[in-house]
């Protein structure tokens, strides 16, 4: 009985991994004096925005830091709402009793930027933000089981990336990969968690739903009620 549902972000809620590679390319580069390979930007997945520019752009990284909030703000349009599927997703989630959260590497600002622009602010009960030292998004998910009480069997993450798949195992959680995206590495995603890797938000949706979930008891969830706390992973 799945009672929670715990999403990854970029790549897995919207189509953004490719924008937001573009704009570290564009201030690393402006910051720097010279180019920095998707090589390099990749080897910082996991860590917020902070945390990849300290890595970067050294001394710079707080002003690179103010250039990319600038620059991502500009260029969201470009990503201006989630994948077609995923609202109507959560929807049903909701109306099924099961909670929905949000782990993912952002941080607190891009995070919050990218909720509001897709008018999801209050979609989830709680969100996990990345933080600028280490990637533990396996942390957040033993975190969010504690605190609302849920075993692991009663726990879900759904995530875009092999790392995705590997910090849900090391959790003890069943990860449902979304591979629908642009940028999606779907051989690395069947290599990581072969048979449960989904090309379209249809097919996820049905394997969720072949599941047979049912969730939480409305009267003593707390489903989507107010606007959710972030917390740093």
């Known amino acids: 009985m799945i009672k929670m549902i715990a999403f990854d972000f970029d790549g897995t809620i919207g189509d953004t991994m490719e924008m937001c590679v573009d704009i570290f390319k564009q201030t690393l580069a402006a910051c720097t004096g010279h180019p920095v390979s998707y090589e390099e930007i990749a080897k910082t997945f996991g860590l917020n925005e902070q945390g990849m520019l300290q890595r970067l752009a050294g001394g710079k990284w707080e002003q690179a830091y103010e250039d990319l909030l600038i620059r991502y703000r500009q260029n969201l349009p470009r990503c201006s709402s989630p994948f ?3 609202p109507e997703l959560l929807e049903e989630l909701k109306n099924r009793h099961i909670q929905t959260a949000l782990i993912t590497g952002k941080g607190k600002e891009t995070c919050g930027i990218t909720l509001e622009q897709y008018h999801m602010t209050h979609a989830f009960c709680a969100i996990e933000t990345g933080r600028n030292d280490k990637a533990e998004k396996d942390t957040a998910m033993e975190r969010l089981m504690t605190v609302y009480n849920l ?10 990336t092999p790392s995705d798949a590997e910090a849900a195992h090391r959790a003890g959680v069943t990860c449902l990969s979304a591979a629908y995206g642009s940028t999606a590495d779907i051989a690395g995603l069947e290599k990581a968690n072969p048979g449960n890797v989904f090309r379209t938000v249809q097919a996820l949706r049905n394997a969720i739903m072949n ?3 049912s969730g939480i008891p409305q009267e003593k969830s707390s489903v989507h009620q ?3 706390a972030f917390r740093q992973i």
Do not use: E, N, S
């Open 226 to 228: 107010g606007q959710p």
């Open 151 to 160: 075993p692991c069997r009663d726990f879900i993450y759904v995530g875009d």
């Open 84 to 86: 077609p599927g995923i």
């Open 211 to 213: 599941l047979h979930v």
